[in-house]
Antibody
Framework: EVQLVESGGGLVKPGGSLRLSCAAS????????MNWVRQAPGKGLEWVSS????????YYADSVKGRFTISRDNAKNSLYLQMNSLRAEDTAVYYC????????????WGQGTLVTVSS | DIQMTQSPSSLSASVGDRVTITCRAS??????LNWYQQKPGKAPKLLIY???SLQSGVPSRFSGSGSGTDFTLTISSLQPEDFATYYC??????????FGQGTRLEIK
């Protein structure tokens, strides 16, 4: 079964840092581009960042550029999101999601991990 | 950025009804349009990709159509498990992907 499991969320103060992880199983992780998508409480979906299968191509939404860093470890079947200089508006559930073939759609998604930025 | 606008924002319907949700792009996106279903507290689930292709395992009562700027998601006969929020998403300007604001489908 293809599965993505996020971890690392929690409560952090404004200006703080957090590192999210996404553990993949059930597929050849190293063959797929991966993404982070977030959803603020009661709001819609916002694409955050993407990374190609070999980490050659990395992209960020303007809202997180310069503060967040996406990375992956294909040997560990894991995706990461290092979040620095966190703001209240970064409060959201963060999902990792696979791009099945560099098509730009996402399937499957993990269950999400909640990041709360508050003093 | 390409803006995606869904209508309606919310919709009440009954089991067995035929329901249509519309998504409009701020510029032509060819057929680079995908639909997701999200239930409360759960992750989104891919329903339709490339405007009209049904994702494996998704019931055939779901269908998608459109190209250019105007797209529709149709549920031919609502089932109790279909009450959820639906999002469209454009993948034309990958990696700068954008989603619609969502359509909440509620039980009448």
């Amino acid at each position: 079964e293809v599965q993505l499991v996020e971890s690392g969320g929690g409560l952090v103060k404004p200006g703080g840092s957090l590192r999210l992880s996404c553990a993949a199983s059930g597929f050849t992780f190293s063959s797929y581009s991966m993404n982070w998508v977030r959803q603020a409480p009661g709001k819609g979906l916002e694409w955050v960042s993407s990374i190609s299968s070999s980490s050659s191509y990395i992209y960020y939404a303007d809202s997180v550029k310069g503060r967040f860093t996406i990375s992956r470890d294909n040997a560990k079947n894991s995706l990461y999101l290092q979040m620095n200089s966190l703001r209240a508006e970064d409060t959201a559930v963060y999902y990792c999601a696979r791009d099945p073939g560099n098509y730009g759609w996402f399937d499957p998604w993990g269950q999400g991990t909640l990041v709360t930025v508050s003093s | 950025d390409i803006q995606m606008t869904q209508s309606p924002s919310s919709l009440s319907a009954s089991v067995g009804d035929r329901v249509t949700i519309t998504c409009r792009a701020s510029q032509s996106i060819s057929s680079y349009l995908n639909w997701y279903q999200q239930k409360p507290g759960k992750a989104p689930k891919l329903l339709i990709y490339a405007a009209s292709s049904l994702q494996s395992g998704v019931p055939s009562r779901f269908s998608g159509s459109g190209s250019g700027t105007d797209f529709t998601l149709t549920i031919s006969s609502l089932q109790p498990e279909d009450f959820a929020t639906y999002y469209c998403q454009q993948s034309y300007s990958t990696p700068s992907i954008t989603f619609g604001q969502g359509t909440r489908l509620e039980i009448k």
